[in-house]
């Protein structure tokens, strides 16, 4: 193997499969270490040989070793970084592209640093598409090892061709261009994914937001009776739209200025299901978007949007039912009032 073109792969699931189809289709060899045992079958398909364990993926892989890490963040990444420190040998390399706290990135690298092995914090963004479409890459560490895996990253990342370039810029497509940049320090490129992250929320809760004031543009029509319990709907008349709410999304993707990726998978899974019934309204965070809100209560810097993103979806999780539950108890106390039903 070319120890420049080899590349060991720790997580197999969707994101670290597809980083591995991109990886073998740029030409380099990969080894995918990962406890699910379909992985052998689907490493296979992909042209990737796996190793049974991590030991066993050191062995296989020529030194200098590049090992990447797609698992989950937290207690999961730590306990595989600590078990690769204790098999890796001076000069390796050590690649987390999960969604880690950039804090938990800092301490990576200095505890890797003391065995001489380099540690790169890789924000990867392309989901469950990046096999496709390629990874955005934004990328933490030493300025002279993200320089010298260059390769790797161009055979993953989109390319310039990928969007139009923008005005202004002449020459060679720098880095950015081509989808990847090294932003800094180690924890830099995490601490830019979290923040890509953060802003995903509130893109995502605006996109929602709009679209379930328009499904609900017909309340005139549906009202129920007034009450003590229940303000009036004031202007009826005002609220009699039965409008599409998949072609109105359609639409939107042609020309309007919030036209985008995440519209466009907006406009296919409503087409494929237009009440979206396969769907719970329930909607996880997995951390960045607190990470981002915390970031910037310690900055001082105002980002209301993302935090009431974040909160939403906690209301999403059930964590607004007690919310409820109090503020009835009270209405209850203090003016006898009722509950109505939902």
């Given at each position: 193997m070319d120890t420049q073109r080899s590349l060991g792969m720790v997580g197999f699931g969707r994101m670290g499969a597809g980083l591995t189809k991109r990886a073998i289709a740029a030409g380099m060899d990969v080894v995918v270490v990962d406890p699910d045992p379909q992985t052998p079958q689907r490493a296979q398909s992909l042209g990737a040989s796996t190793a049974a364990s991590l030991a066993e993926l050191v062995e296989a892989l020529p030194a200098p070793r590049t090992v990447w890490i797609m698992v989950p963040a937290g207690s999961v990444t730590d306990s595989v970084i600590d078990?690769?420190?204790?098999?890796?040998?001076?000069?390796?390399?050590?690649?987390?592209?999960?969604?880690?706290?950039?804090?938990?990135?800092?301490?990576?690298?200095?505890?890797?640093?003391?065995?001489?092995?380099?540690?790169?914090?890789?924000?990867?963004?392309?989901?469950?598409w990046g096999d496709e479409r390629g990874f955005c890459l934004m990328i933490g560490g030493p300025a002279q090892r993200v320089e010298q895996m260059a390769d790797l990253?161009?055979?993953?990342?989109?390319?310039?061709?990928?969007?139009?370039?923008?005005?202004?810029?002449?020459?060679?497509?720098?880095?950015?261009?081509?989808?990847?940049?090294?932003?800094?320090?180690?924890g830099a490129g995490h601490f830019v994914k979290m923040v890509h992250n953060g802003i995903e929320y509130a893109l995502m809760a605006a996109y929602a937001e709009g679209l379930s004031i328009l499904k609900h543009a017909n309340i005139g029509r549906v009202a129920g009776e007034s009450s003590a319990e229940r303000a009036p709907l004031a202007n009826p008349e005002y609220y009699q739209y039965e409008l599409p709410i998949p072609e109105i999304a359609e639409v939107w993707r042609r020309g309007s200025v919030i036209g985008s990726?995440?519209?466009?998978?907006?406009?296919?899974?409503?087409?494929?299901?237009?009440?979206?019934?396969?769907?719970?309204g329930r909607v996880s965070d997995s951390g960045e978007g607190r990470w981002t809100a915390i970031a910037a209560i310690e900055e001082g810097v105002p980002a209301p949007v993302i935090t009431a993103a974040l909160l939403e979806r906690f209301a999403t999780q059930g964590a607004d039912v007690f919310t409820g539950q109090i503020l009835s108890a009270m209405r209850a106390q203090f003016g006898g009032h009722s509950e109505l039903p939902g």
């Open positions: 078990d690769l420190r204790a098999v890796l040998a001076p000069g390796d390399m050590i690649i987390d592209g999960g969604n880690s706290n950039y804090r938990d990135d800092i301490s990576h690298a200095q505890k890797l640093g003391e065995n001489g092995i380099d540690f790169l914090d890789v924000g990867t963004s392309g989901g469950v990253w161009d055979a993953l990342a989109p390319g310039s061709d990928a969007a139009p370039r923008t005005p202004g810029r002449t020459g060679d497509p720098s880095p950015a261009e081509r989808g990847w940049l090294h932003c800094g320090p180690s990726w995440l519209l466009d998978l907006t406009a296919g899974a409503l087409a494929a299901d237009p009440q979206l019934s396969a769907f719970s």
